[in-house]
């Protein structure tokens, strides 16, 4: 795809003006970096860090059977989700692997806000849209839905932009940006809240390890909104940050990225994240394929692992060996900004993923130590 073809965010010429290092990403043009992604990485770790995530999709799910029909099509629990609150949940394929990992928002009493990855906003959408026309997923004998449960699925990715705002001041800014008298959301809480004349959501989410918001408006108040933050942000030591930044925090806290640990050809008992599926639910997309995995143990597993010696840093796709035995493959990594150590997520087989175990990782011909860890691999005492 030519530069010319990818999307623009509402932000994009912020960044520009900002100096930031722009590529192309699930089809949108993003900022990689800024002022350089160890930088941005430690802005976060030690006082804020704002990142643009206008890429991302949201869909409106509204009407009667909404929580029913969103419980066929999500592996969480959507029943159990109170008004003004969210939870992280899949939606799977017939064979249990995983077209999207996302965070689904209770916005109403019988409408929802689900936000997904930028590069499946549109398969999702046609998914979601093909299951709800043919009418199968609530499992009526007569096959539909239709007459008892008029159901709305809206795309509404064009018209939201999206921030998130994440760092261990984020409860200071919070109050300088919105005012000190405004409540700050519960983790998993999502609330309206008044900024600059127009409303805003604000969600007590984030996808770096430490407390942070996640704030979405109308595409047309984007930079009002991240001007705004930048400014007030300033006393906190705010900085913008990139995909890059994104990538070395996930990785320190295990946070998978869909793409590279999660797919369609992976389900999320392998991914380690079976939390996330409730199969006591009687019915949901995948759930037979998930109680075959659960009953014989996954093939192979997602596990974290640390390099045991200070050298280049593991990359996606490097072959890892135990004994000399290939046993998997590495699907992220990274040189920890915070450990000071090269990190990496891997598959490999079940039988070999123990906590404690010693692999190698096989980098450019040569085989480097590493050893398996328990998540996360970045803890507040390591820093």
């Given at each position: 795809m030519s530069e010319a073809a990818h999307k623009?965010?509402?932000?994009?010429?912020?960044?520009?003006?900002?100096?930031?290092?722009?590529?192309?990403?699930a089809g949108w043009l993003m900022p990689v970096q800024y002022t350089g992604i160890v930088d941005e990485h430690?802005?976060?770790?030690?006082?804020?860090?704002i990142f643009d995530i206008s890429h991302m999709g949201q869909f409106i799910v509204e009407g009667a059977g909404a929580r029913d029909w969103l419980n066929?099509?999500?592996?969480?629990?959507?029943?159990?989700?109170?008004?003004?609150?969210?939870?992280?949940?899949?939606?799977?394929?017939?064979?249990?692997?995983?077209?999207?990992?996302?965070?689904?928002?209770?916005?109403?009493?019988?409408?929802?806000?689900l936000v997904v990855n930028a590069a499946r906003t549109d398969e999702d959408f046609a998914w979601l849209e093909k299951h709800l026309k043919e009418g199968r997923s609530l499992g009526r004998p007569d096959g539909g839905w239709k007459d008892a449960a008029p159901l709305a699925l809206i795309n509404r990715s064009a018209d939201f932009g999206g921030v998130a705002i994440q760092g261990p001041r984020v409860v200071e800014f919070f109050r300088a940006?919105?005012?000190?008298?405004?409540?700050?959301?519960?983790?998993?809480?999502?609330?309206?809240?008044?900024?600059?004349?127009?409303?805003?959501?604000?969600?007590?989410?984030?996808?770096?390890?430490?407390?942070?918001?996640?704030?979405?408006?109308?595409?047309?108040?984007?930079?009002?909104?991240?001007?705004?933050?930048?400014?007030?942000?300033?006393?906190?030591g705010i900085k913008p940050c990139g995909l890059g930044a994104r990538d070395t925090l996930r990785l320190e806290m295990c946070y998978p990225l869909n793409g590279s640990d999660l797919s369609p050809?992976?389900?999320?008992?392998?991914?380690?994240?079976?939390?996330?599926?409730?199969?006591?639910?009687?019915?949901?997309?995948?759930?037979?394929?998930?109680?075959?995995?659960?009953?014989?143990?996954?093939?192979e597993r997602l596990v974290p692992f640390r390099m045991k010696d200070k050298g280049p840093p593991p990359r996606p796709h490097y072959s890892v060996f135990q004994n000399d035995e290939r046993i998997g493959e590495v699907t992220g990594g990274t040189l920890s900004p915070s450990l000071n150590w090269g990190?990496?997520?891997?598959?490999?087989?079940?039988?070999?993923?123990?906590?404690?175990?010693?692999?190698?990782?096989?980098?450019?011909?040569?085989?480097?130590?590493?050893?398996?860890?328990?998540?996360?691999?970045?803890?507040?005492?390591?820093?």
């Amino acid at each position: 795809m030519s530069e010319a073809a990818h999307k623009e965010t509402p932000l994009y010429k912020e960044h520009v003006r900002l100096g930031a290092r722009i590529v192309p990403f699930a089809g949108w043009l993003m900022p990689v970096q800024y002022t350089g992604i160890v930088d941005e990485h430690q802005a976060v770790r030690n006082n804020v860090g704002i990142f643009d995530i206008s890429h991302m999709g949201q869909f409106i799910v509204e009407g009667a059977g909404a929580r029913d029909w969103l419980n066929t099509m999500l592996t969480n629990n959507v029943g159990k989700l109170e008004a003004g609150m969210g939870q992280y949940t899949f939606l799977l394929n017939e064979r249990g692997g995983i077209i999207d990992d996302l965070i689904v928002y209770r916005i109403g009493d019988q409408k929802f806000l689900l936000v997904v990855n930028a590069a499946r906003t549109d398969e999702d959408f046609a998914w979601l849209e093909k299951h709800l026309k043919e009418g199968r997923s609530l499992g009526r004998p007569d096959g539909g839905w239709k007459d008892a449960a008029p159901l709305a699925l809206i795309n509404r990715s064009a018209d939201f932009g999206g921030v998130a705002i994440q760092g261990p001041r984020v409860v200071e800014f919070f109050r300088a940006l919105f005012g000190r008298e405004t409540e700050l959301p519960a983790r998993n809480q999502i609330v309206k809240l008044p900024f600059n004349g127009v409303t805003v959501f604000v969600a007590r989410t984030g996808y770096t390890g430490e407390d942070g918001i996640e704030v979405f408006f109308h595409a047309h108040d984007a930079v009002n909104f991240w001007n705004a933050a930048l400014e007030k942000g300033k006393p906190f030591g705010i900085k913008p940050c990139g995909l890059g930044a994104r990538d070395t925090l996930r990785l320190e806290m295990c946070y998978p990225l869909n793409g590279s640990d999660l797919s369609p050809e992976r389900n999320p008992i392998e991914a380690g994240l079976g939390f996330f599926v409730d199969l006591s639910k009687p019915k949901f997309i995948g759930r037979e394929a998930l109680l075959k995995t659960k009953e014989n143990g996954p093939r192979e597993r997602l596990v974290p692992f640390r390099m045991k010696d200070k050298g280049p840093p593991p990359r996606p796709h490097y072959s890892v060996f135990q004994n000399d035995e290939r046993i998997g493959e590495v699907t992220g990594g990274t040189l920890s900004p915070s450990l000071n150590w090269g990190v990496g997520m891997a598959y490999v087989s079940a039988a070999h993923g123990k906590i404690g175990a010693q692999i190698d990782i096989e980098i450019r011909g040569q085989k480097f130590p590493a050893i398996i860890e328990k998540k996360p691999l970045y803890k507040k005492s390591a820093s």
